[in-house]
DNA sequence: TCCTCCATGTAATCGGTTACATGATTCG
DNA sequence: CGAATCATGTAACCGATTACATGGAGGA
């Protein structure tokens, strides 16, 4: 598995990147549905250097600052990546908190509740703002004439993104109108 | 956050069950969105017990067969359940192995992704078909006069199940015919 | 003045997964 | 005849989170 290796893959694929910035992609670009630390990072993209799998590409100096190191995809880290794609992937659960404490609604004041229901479809509605932007630049910048543009698979992506954020306020906005009904008894 | 501990005071909030009964709900009932095994359940379960948040119920002796030991959520189990249900809650990032895969759709031939699309899409469908009973089950056996009956919440969260299926389906059916039209190239 | 950003990394800890161990019963 | 189910638990490992460490530049 090693789940994070293939998602570092995943960023060097399309550019040469520090540890920094896959850490930030990460974390921004990536964010739906990935994330890490420099704690993950760095040590292994230190192993991947070992392994084969990416190598130094440039080393950009700056006074009273670690040198930036930044890394390229070899042509070894590009099959593995390929070939851990088209394998097939087990089911997932998606462990979500939120679901949880919803389950247990019925143990609680509809009082103590609504807010926690109003405050993530605020949550959702502003990562579905953000999504949806990236969505209009993604396909702004896109070359409609390259079918292998890989900003086609990001759009994908993204579209997932939105469509899940769509559900998840829609969502909260059924269980805040059953949760007022009851309130009103 | 110490997660499994709430997941399983959630169960026992409904009724008394034994570290096996946990660990069969989690990987069905509560399949969506919590998973657990038997390493984490036994241990976890004596913790709660010195913590006085659970107590032994009562052993159903089997010859030749482990004794059967039904745990009880216990008053100060219930209300720190409470306490952590009405608790703001952390934004979530869903890891989800095949969307990053997805993202590296652009690195690989379409006859190549195109199956495992279809795959997800066959997967998500009988999960579906899952919930969707389970939700006709539970809309029967509900108490509609009492409105605080735990279905009520157990319903809302097999919705969220429903609904989450039905985008997933449809994503797949998306992405399947955007790669046909490239494959048509 | 204090916080955040850049940019590398290390250390301690925690939560979760896989595998192991026992052993009778029931189902295909 | 072998696999799965029931029912408890332990041990080894691995991946991820939190915190720590350095240190100058620029903004609130």
């Keep these: 598995m090693s789940s994070i290796r293939y998602a570092m893959l995943t960023l060097l694929a399309r550019e040469p990147l520090s540890g920094y910035d896959i850490k930030q992609q990460m974390n921004s670009r990536m964010g739906p549905f990935w994330k890490a630390g420099s704690n993950q990072v760095y040590p292994e993209l230190a192993k991947m250097e070992e392994e084969g799998l990416a190598l130094l590409h440039s080393v950009e100096q700056n006074d009273h600052r670690p040198a930036r190191k930044v890394y390229a995809i070899t042509e070894r880290g590009r099959q593995e990546l390929i070939r851990w794609t088209i394998e097939p992937t087990e089911p997932e659960t998606m462990k979500d908190e939120f679901l949880l404490k919803a389950y247990n609604s019925w143990l609680v004041e509809s009082a103590d509740m609504l807010p926690r ?4 479809q605020k949550e959702h509605e502003k990562k579905l ?4 932007e990236k969505l209009n630049e993604l396909n702004q910048i896109l070359d409609p004439l390259n079918p292998r543009d890989p900003l086609l698979s990001s759009i994908s992506v993204v579209e997932f993104g939105v469509e899940y954020e769509k559900l998840y306020i829609k969502w909260c906005q059924q269980v805040i109108e059953k949760l007022r009904k009851q309130e009103a008894n």
Aim: charged share 40%; aromatic share 24%.
């Design 129 to 132: 703002a953000v999504y949806s």
């Design 117 to 120: 229901f109003e405050e993530k």
